[in-house]
């Protein structure tokens, strides 16, 4: 499973919500329980005041002149609206706050000898003010938030858009040609234009390494035609000389066809590396239909001749002119592939209109190399011959100068399927 990562911007966004929660939070609290300890302390002495007048009266008439409107005054022994009642008979001495629905009281009991007196005060409005203070604190506390989210998210696109530009303009192909310009020299010298001239040394390494690449391809291919010719030429006299025997001829044949393919492969990477440069002329543009056919009756004896059927199906084809060399390299390694793995069934080649597929019974890829298998000097089956991994390597190469993709995927119940898509459409498996 796949751990997700969120991006800077994201990072960036949450670090200031989560500082705004925080220092919001610290003063919602902080305001929160002040008010509490100031309701407290202020309307406790209001009331602990209020007590000691009552208590300083001498008849209840000046009890009732001393009371305020919204108090109510109880003592132990009292009688009719001064007895105590059995809600506040159990509350002990000091402040309390008291819910009588739908009303809100605060209580101060004070103890005198054996005497125990109560005041309580109906406090419904500083409650509700208190709710409304609350609510105001909240909606604060909300729109601190979701102003560092929208100053965080400002922020963050606006410290990332170098960045975010940086990155479009390392992606561009266009950065690997030689005349690309120097990136560091759009950006300020700061740690986003330190970035860009790391990039700028780094593709100027690069740049540099596909160029010598590109000349070695081409000046190896180039040497090695010569000693190829001489070698194909010399094969020929052999197996026109009639004094040559039934073992040494097949010898020769076979030195003969291994010349015809290195032949055709150095001219592949001779190609290759021409157009990667640039040099397109002189290219040969041909038909699939026509490479297909050329190769199936190249390679239809080889195939039979190990004991397998060839199935070429060619009714639904692309129509369109290709690089023939190109064409001619990826078919022939597809179809060698498959003969080289292949020991029992068919090996199927059908056109379609957007391409071919190249299908065989094999015994199939392993799956752990379904991912690595068009890397260079990787190989499927180790025991099968010495060759070095190169050909599906050349071909993925090929397929990613030329636009064209590649996709592998297993046959049941063994075998393996590799479809290329001239036109481009289906996603390469890289």
């Known amino acids: 499973m796949t751990e997700y990562k969120s991006s800077l911007a994201q990072r960036i966004v949450i670090a200031f919500v989560v500082m705004a929660v925080l220092v919001a939070g610290a003063f919602a609290v902080g305001i929160v329980t002040a008010v509490h300890l100031v309701e407290e302390r202020l309307i406790s002495a209001e009331l602990e005041s209020d007590l000691d007048l009552l208590l300083k009266a001498r008849d209840p008439k000046e009890l009732h002149l001393a009371t305020r409107a919204n108090q109510f005054f109880y003592f132990s022994g009292g009688e009719g609206r001064f007895a105590i009642p059995d809600d506040l008979a159990e509350l002990g001495e ?23 007196y109560v005041l309580i005060q109906d406090q419904s409005d500083f409650e509700r ?47 690997l040609l030689a005349l690309a310009p120097p990136l560091a020299l759009d950006y300020a010298p700061d740690e986003v234009g330190q970035l860009a001239a ?17 000349l070695f391809t081409s000046d190896v291919s180039h040497e090695l035609r010569t000693p190829l010719m001489v070698l194909a030429s010399s094969c020929e006299l052999l197996l026109v000389n009639p004094i040559l025997d039934e073992r040494a001829r097949k010898q ?73 060399s190109f064409l001619r390299s990826i078919l ?19 056109l379609q209109a957007d391409g071919f597929v190249v299908e065989d019974s094999g015994a199939g890829i392993p799956q752990d190399l379904h991912e690595t298998v068009f890397d260079s000097f990787v190989r499927g089956n180790r025991e099968r011959g010495d060759g070095l991994g190169l050909g599906l390597s050349l071909v993925r190469r090929i397929c990613l100068h030329e636009g064209w993709h590649i996709q592998l995927t297993p046959v049941v119940p063994h075998g393996c399927r590799f479809a290329v898509d001239l036109h481009g459409k289906r996603a390469a498996r890289s």
Not at 94 to 116: I, S, T
Not at 254 to 277: D, G, H, P
Not at 333 to 347: E, F, K, Q, T
């Open 94 to 116: 000091g402040f309390h706050e008291v819910l009588r629905e739908p009303f809100f009281y605060h209580v101060m009991v004070k103890k005198v000898g054996d005497r125990r």
């Open 198 to 214: 790391a990039f700028d040394e780094t593709l100027t390494q690069l740049r540099q390494a596909l160029q010598r690449e590109q």
């Open 332 to 350: 022939g390694n597809l179809l060698r592939n498959a003969l080289h793995y292949c020991d029992s069934g068919y090996i199927r080649l059908t």
């Open 252 to 324: 020769v044949e076979r030195i003969s066809r291994a010349s015809a393919n290195m032949q055709k492969l150095v001219e592949t990477f001779l190609q290759l590396a021409r157009a990667e440069s640039g040099q397109t002329n002189g290219v040969s543009k041909v038909s699939l239909q026509e490479v297909a056919d050329e190769l199936v009756l190249e390679w239809r004896a080889a195939i039979e001749a190990k004991g397998l059927c060839l199935e070429y199906i060619s009714s639904d084809y692309t129509s369109g002119l290709y690089n023939g």
């Open 129 to 175: 003010r208190e709710q409304v203070m609350y609510a105001i604190v909240l909606i604060g506390f909300l729109l601190c938030v979701l102003l560092a989210t929208m100053l965080g998210w400002l922020l963050g696109r606006k410290v990332l858009e170098p960045v975010a530009r940086l990155a479009r303009q390392v992606r561009h192909r266009d950065q």
